[in-house]
């Protein structure tokens, strides 16, 4: 076979078992129902799916989910497109909804799944869920808030896990504290993983060990005037998390250690407007306009925040890019490279 073949292969491959996991789905609700939905559904799936009490628990929700409350998001599993792992993000999210409200971002977001990554359709059904139920967004914020948390968990060969359960811009700015102070130790000699580096940053912070205190964490909100204002509650999104309630948002901005800055934009579609240079690298006002249109790392699948990515051209410098709005993209370190390298191998391939 060739490299096409076996690619496409793969595809066939995903297809079939999205419809595979579609029937497995009807035949645990058909169970669930012809047992009277009891609990003891779950003991006597647990073996026949291989899998926990707890784990046949959650399958036999999930289930019972697609076939009432989720059924375009189920047909789309019948025919290939979507996968259980995927159709599980969007039970998660619309868990809090009413049927009805349930049943509007099935009907929203189905068509829009297809050949979309788990983290992708995750933001796709929240984006959905605030759309149909932004009075709840607030209050569902505030439960979820009330259970921040910190849990150890032990593993094999003398390590552990610590793990936060923080709100979104709290972890989201003391992940970029923890970043920035592990690439400033970035140096010669260095033979330490960013990872390793960022582990280490973040024991020695918890620990009390001085490493560089006074490094302050940033994270970008997008509130859009009329929200601010208190005019309107859509619209609000924290960088490389997706949308927040507005009421939060607001709260995140009185806080008298958050810095305000104006970005102008297309009243109609929110388009960020800017003027194009030509010059290779971007001067600084430019650079932050195109890192607060693109939020994130422009990968498909990638949420890396803008403020940790590089500014790219899309079409290239050498081959007449221009260095403006229009031709600039916000791409993290290890998409870049990809993208020069595929560049790389398109020219090696006219050449041949």
């Not at 409200?101 to 359709?121: E, F, G, N, Y």
């Amino acid at each position: 076979m060739s490299a096409r073949e076996v690619v496409d292969l793969v595809w066939t491959a995903r297809r079939l078992i999205a419809r595979a996991q579609a029937v497995q789905a009807r035949a645990i609700a058909r169970l669930s129902r012809l047992r009277g939905g009891m609990r003891s559904v779950a003991d006597e799936l647990a073996p026949e799916l291989g899998v926990s009490r707890h784990a046949a628990q959650t399958h036999v929700a999930l289930a019972g989910a697609l076939q009432t409350r989720l059924p375009q998001v189920l047909a789309a599993m019948d025919a290939g497109e979507l996968d259980l792992a995927k159709a599980a993000k969007v039970f998660d999210a619309t868990t809090p909804l009413s049927d009805e409200q349930a049943q509007q971002v099935d009907a929203r977001i189905a068509t829009r799944l297809t050949d979309k990554d788990p983290a992708a359709v995750r933001r796709i059904a929240r984006r959905a869920v605030h759309a149909v139920d932004p009075e709840g967004a607030t209050a569902r914020a505030r439960v979820r808030r009330q259970d921040r948390r910190v849990e150890l968990t032990h593993h094999d060969d003398t390590m552990a896990a610590l793990w936060m359960y923080l709100p979104a811009e709290t972890a989201s700015a003391a992940y970029a504290r923890v970043d920035t102070l592990a690439r400033s130790l970035r140096c010669r000699g260095e033979t330490r993983t960013m990872d390793q580096l960022r582990a280490d940053v973040v024991a020695d912070l918890l620990l009390g060990k001085a490493t560089g205190a006074g490094v302050a964490g940033q994270v970008f909100v997008h509130v859009p005037i009329d929200a601010a204002l208190g005019i309107s509650d859509t619209g609000c999104e924290l960088a490389g998390h997706g949308p927040v309630p507005a009421e939060i948002a607001r709260e995140i901005m009185a806080d008298p250690r958050s810095v305000w800055r104006k970005i102008t934009t297309d009243p109609d579609s929110g388009t960020v407007l800017d003027v194009g240079r030509t010059r290779y690298r971007p001067p600084t006002a430019l650079a932050e306009v195109v890192r607060a249109r693109d939020r994130e790392c422009r990968a498909p699948g990638c949420h890396r925040p803008a403020r940790n990515c590089e500014i790219d051209h899309n079409q290239p410098w050498a081959a007449n890019g221009h260095t403006a709005v229009g031709n600039l993209c916000c791409l993290c370190s290890y998409h870049r490279v990809s993208r020069m390298r595929l560049r790389g191998s398109d020219v090696e391939a006219r050449v041949a």
